[in-house]
């Protein structure tokens, strides 16, 4: 005896004594192992993560606040915040996905926002390709990495090209969460697992988040008062400091 069960244009027989795999139930208790073990191995990167998040959301809000009864122009500015802030709502999508161990999907995520900054160092160049972008036929990112020279910058454009591998489903990639085996035997992810050395995507962001932050004061100089031009720009010499970027 077989149970049809339908839904809409889907047949799924079930044997009598055989009950449906859940997957969805079995994800989430291997995501709720990994917010733990996550926790208990990243609690210091996640803190500085966090301090990070929060520096860029205050940064950001003062230059609401200096806006505040007058228009946002010209342009570069207007598209700063655009992308800046969509930035700041990324990066808690990133700590989620971390935290819960997509560590393939976090690399995607993180290759989106490094294109963010891309985007906004151009701005800085020129208030032109800000009003190109706000148009509808927009401003393409191979015309960024010319303006913003991306060619002469190795260790970006290396990054880059690493981060690209899982955006395009490489092998490299792939391989990079398939377990090999003897025999040989290759077991593809089907589940998110913890890994020890998961901190560096925490790292990654942070560097980030380093170069949006410098945006930011470069583009509203004239509309952040000195205080805070001088307590964000501390906090990023700080920050590449831990870093090891200085």
């Known amino acids: 005896m ?20 859940d997957y969805f139930k079995y994800v989430n208790e291997m995501e709720e192992q990994n917010i733990r073990l996550s926790k208990e191995y990243f609690f210091e990167d996640m803190q ?8 860029l959301a205050q940064t950001l809000h003062e230059i609401n ?6 228009g946002l122009t010209p342009a570069k500015k207007i598209a700063t915040i655009m992308l800046s802030s969509r930035f700041m709502l990324a990066s ?17 995520l ?10 906004c160092l151009c701005f800085a160049e020129s208030n032109e390709h800000a009003s190109r972008w706000l148009k509808k036929e927009g401003l393409r990112l191979k015309e960024v990495k010319k303006i913003i020279k991306f060619s002469s910058r190795p260790l970006v454009k290396e990054a880059y090209s690493f981060m690209s591998d899982f955006v395009h489903s490489n092998m490299p990639a792939i391989a990079r969460v398939s377990k090999f085996e003897e025999k040989p035997k290759v ?12 901190n560096n995507l925490f790292k990654a962001f942070r560097t980030l988040n380093t170069s949006m ?13 000195k205080k ?15 870093l090891g970027l200085q």
Do not use: H
């Not at 993180?110 to 985007?119: A, C, G, I, K, M």
């Not at 089907?190 to 890994?195: H, K, N, S, V």
């Not at 805070?228 to 831990?242: G, L, N, P, S």
């Open 213 to 225: 932050l410098l945006i930011l004061v470069d583009i509203f100089k004239d509309d952040l008062n």
């Open 187 to 198: 077991k593809p992810p089907e589940r998110p697992e913890f890994r020890k050395n998961a």
């Open 110 to 119: 993180l290759r989106s926002l490094q294109e963010n900054v891309f985007y």
């Open 48 to 55: 500085k993560y966090e301090l990070t998040v929060n520096v």
């Open 228 to 242: 805070t031009k001088d307590i964000v720009t501390a906090f990023v010499r700080e920050e590449q400091k831990d």
């Open 92 to 108: 808690k999508c990133l700590f989620n996905i971390i935290l819960e161990a997509y560590y393939y999907e976090a690399w995607i």
């Open 2 to 21: 077989r149970k049809i069960i339908r839904t809409k244009n889907l047949l799924f027989l079930i044997g009598e004594q055989r009950a449906m795999v």
């Open 65 to 70: 606040q200096s806006f505040k009864g007058r």
